[in-house]
């Protein structure tokens, strides 16, 4: 995008250039926030009720209360668009950090503004790539952590396992990384949702220990509708290395099959319930 991209801050539209937050925000000290993501096709938002739903929940889990109406966030959304003449594949990442600190302390007692809620768009499209050649996944060392530790479920900044994640499977010339839960089950990637396919049913995890996926709740609404047999399970790596198909999901690329999970190898060829949902997912547009 060129310096001519505007971005939402607080009620008003500043270049991309010009945009800047305090380095007090509540962002930038803690990562304490909350985000979201939506996608617009043709001015049309893609699931926008369920992504701000997440957005709402989420907030309200970490009690961030956010000022402004689902319907007024609606509305900056759709100004964001308009203002930068944009049209179709849209991409909206919409931060809401808690606010302006008076001093470098982690209490919420000291914030002392609104929440910064930015909007930043842009032009995206997934890597056609992607979808014909298939993902590369790898077991790694880094778990997602418990409820109590820091809850899984929620989208916020504070995402430094998964970062960790994310590099343990770049430095073995992955994808993504294939993330366990604390007992030692599948739970999922580090910044998509995991599905395998084992005699013509899918399975994913109990969702315990992942962000709530939009997507993958779709997907396993798909399944249902079409009388595909679908289980949310815990389950065990033997099981996945043993599957007929494997793919992933998410908001931005919707389903991307796998074509390999470490040394066990996927026929991209063989992997008909993969690519029936993706052509279910592919016809709500």
Known sequence: MSKERKIYMNGRFIEESEAKISIFDSALMFGDMVFEMTRSFNKKHFKLKEHLDRLYKDAKLIDLKIHLTRKKLSEALIKTIQINKMKTDVHLRIIVSRGIKSTPYQSPKVTISKPTIIIIPEYKKPDIKAYK???????????????NVQNPQINSLSKLNCILACIEANK????????????????????????????????????????????????????????????????????????????????????????????????????PITKELTNFYNNLF
Request: with cysteine; hydrophobic share 35%; aromatic share 8%.
């Open 172 to 271: 073995k010339n992955a994808d993504e990384a294939l993330m366990f839960d604390i007992n030692g089950n599948v739970a999922t990637n580090n910044s998509t949702h995991f599905f395998f396919v084992k005699n013509n049913t899918v399975f994913t995890s109990t969702g315990k220990y992942c962000v709530t996926g939009i997507t993958r709740q779709k997907i396993i609404d798909l399944c249902k509708k079409n009388k595909i047999k679908v289980k949310e399970k815990n389950f065990k790596l033997k099981e996945v290395l043993n599957a007929d198909e494997a793919f992933c999901t998410g908001s931005f690329a919707g389903i991307v099959p796998v074509n390999q999970i470490n040394k066990k190898k996927y026929s991209l060829k063989k992997n």
């Open 133 to 147: 050649k298939g993902l590369k996944l790898v077991t790694v060392k880094t778990i997602r952590g418990p409820i």
